[in-house]
């Protein structure tokens, strides 16, 4: 759940209400709590049945083995988490920016960019250097982050007026062309906030009894933190009309202003500023060491298993990623957003909902002490799920995930061939 409630909720409500123009987008929560569960499901069989540290790297390899493309499939997952990094630190640092010009409201476009760009540095210089331990940090960044939830729950409520909630505009629940694209584009907005339900998968291995932690911790987060957040929105719309919430930058310093007054939005402002900048700082020191794990085992290209020669840190990854993270702030915050769900979606959600027919085909003797319900009619609600919110975000979304596949294929195969790996190993060319 911490994993799940960070900055997110805090910057994509205007996105999400600009999906489908009116309050209705909020049905794109309760679809993405749907595909969650149903996905979430999938991560619970896989992880409870593989518990190992490593998570996707680990099922994808696993279950794809048997074709030979187990090792293509893991190259692919580390692929796209060096772009899916940056996306996703960028997407902060630009919410960031955003609610940074609540206080500073003369602040031009060109300088929200310099400083969305400055906040990524600025991390990657922090971490340039041996951290041990950022367990007093993470504890704190989650109180601030719960605590702010509540209060801005709880107030919503108090202050609640269903008839905002209820104002739809003409038209709003037509079936049509526009109504299709526009649910898929609130669902997706969704399930990047929503996304974190799978973080015990990576640690699995130091998880006790992984075979029914993992499971409880999946399913039991997605449903209390899909009703947190319909709660919140909800509240949020029912204080801020949504025709003025769907043009705002900072919209819960926008809904605090209205209850309270300017000093208590700029004290909600700047718990936002402060939860995003550690969220960010958090989210860059873990991801630069997926690569690094995965370049020491000789799975990915070796620069990044490169450590600092007195600091020993994986400095090339930290670099990598901040610097990219930092060229990524130039894109719009729903330019973000939708590339780092369809990248995830093309590359690996979709593999691994099939990696599980896969598992259960071709590994009968596995032990799996969680097997999803009404299996296969619940990973098939997920690959449709995936599927509709992909066909929703536009071809030109799907066209730069295809063309990241691709290149993810060739640097593989590059990489392949320098290593003598699959596909070529002596046996695959035809030697004794």
């Not at 909720?9 to 569960?37: H, R, S, Y």
């Not at 919209?251 to 309270?260: A, G, K, L, N, T």
């Not at 989210?283 to 060491?289: K, M």
């Not at 990696?355 to 259960?360: F, N, P």
């Amino acid at each position: 759940m911490l994993e799940m409630i960070g900055v997110g909720p805090f910057i994509t409500i205007p996105i999400l209400l600009a999906k489908m123009n009116g309050p209705q987008a909020i049905l794109g929560w309760v679809l993405g709590a749907l595909v969650a569960l149903c996905d979430g499901m999938v991560w619970a069989e896989l992880g409870a049945a593989m518990p190992g540290t490593g998570g996707p790297y680990h099922y994808l390899s696993e279950a794809y083995g048997p074709l030979r493309l187990g090792r293509l499939m893991s190259f692919l997952f580390i692929w796209q988490t060096i772009f899916l990094a940056p996306l996703s630190i960028a997407s902060g640092a630009v919410g960031f920016a955003q609610y940074a010009r609540f206080l500073a409201k003369d602040m031009s476009p060109s300088t929200e960019k310099l400083l969305a760009i400055g906040v990524c540095l600025a991390i990657t210089a922090l971490l340039y250097r041996d951290i041990r331990s950022v367990g007093r940090l993470t504890v704190v960044m989650w109180v601030v982050v719960v605590g702010t939830v509540l209060w801005i729950t709880i107030v919503g409520l108090l202050h609640f007026d269903p008839a905002r909630v209820l104002s739809f505009p003409p038209g709003a629940f037509t079936p049509s062309r526009a109504f299709f694209f526009g649910l898929g584009g609130a669902t997706l907005i969704a399930m990047y906030d929503y996304g974190g339900y799978n973080n015990v998968c990576f640690f699995a291995g130091e998880v006790r009894r992984p075979e029914k932690v993992i499971p409880l911790s999946i399913l039991l987060s997605i449903v209390a933190v899909a009703f947190f957040y319909l709660t919140m929105n909800v509240t949020i719309i029912g204080v801020v009309p949504w025709q003025e919430a769907i043009k705002s930058t900072a919209i819960v310093s926008d809904f605090v202003q209205r209850i309270y007054g300017g000093r208590a939005a700029a004290i909600v402002t700047i718990l936002v500023l402060w939860t995003t900048l550690a969220s960010v700082f958090a989210l860059l020191l873990g991801v630069s060491r997926v690569p690094y794990a995965a370049a020491v085992d000789g799975r990915f290209f070796p620069a990044f298993g490169r450590l600092h020669p007195t600091k020993n840190f994986p400095s090339f990854s930290v670099v990598f990623i901040g610097v990219s993270s930092a060229l990524a702030c130039l894109l719009t915050l729903d330019t973000l957003i939708n590339s780092l769900i369809v990248i995830q979606v093309l590359i690996q959600f979709i593999a691994q909902v099939f990696a599980v027919t896969l598992i259960r085909r071709n590994r009968p003797d596995m032990e799996r002490p969680f097997q999803m319900p009404l299996y296969p009619f619940t990973s098939a609600v997920a690959f449709l799920g995936w599927l509709y919110i992909l066909l929703a975000s536009g071809w030109n979304y799907i066209g730069a995930g295809f063309l990241l596949l691709i290149l993810g294929i060739l640097a593989y195969l590059w990489h392949a061939r320098r290593a003598g790996d699959w596909p070529y190993t002596p046996a695959e060319r035809g030697a004794p």
